[in-house]
């Protein structure tokens, strides 16, 4: 029985080298990483601006309650004198 050649030699390629098709699929799969990646991290730097802000105007808050609070006693005592 005579031996057949069973590979293409069209398709052949040097050694070491992956086919340009089996790369598409890699590539696309860390572009897609690379933008998931980066939306998050966008994400991340808006949450953690928003949080910053919050934190911000809660302090705010607390101060105008604290001055508040201070009015309220200078009235009282005022109050009382009288």
Partial sequence: MPLK????PSREQEPGRVPAVA???SRDQSRSRDRVRARQ??????IGAATEELASGI??????AEEL???MSQIAS???EC
């Fill in 5 to 8: 050649k069973t590979s293409d």
């Fill in 69 to 71: 609070r201070r009015a």
């Fill in 78 to 80: 005022g109050a009382e």
């Fill in 23 to 25: 790369d598409q699929p």
């Fill in 41 to 46: 991290d966008r994400i991340a730097e808006r």
């Fill in 59 to 64: 302090a705010e808050g607390a101060a105008a």
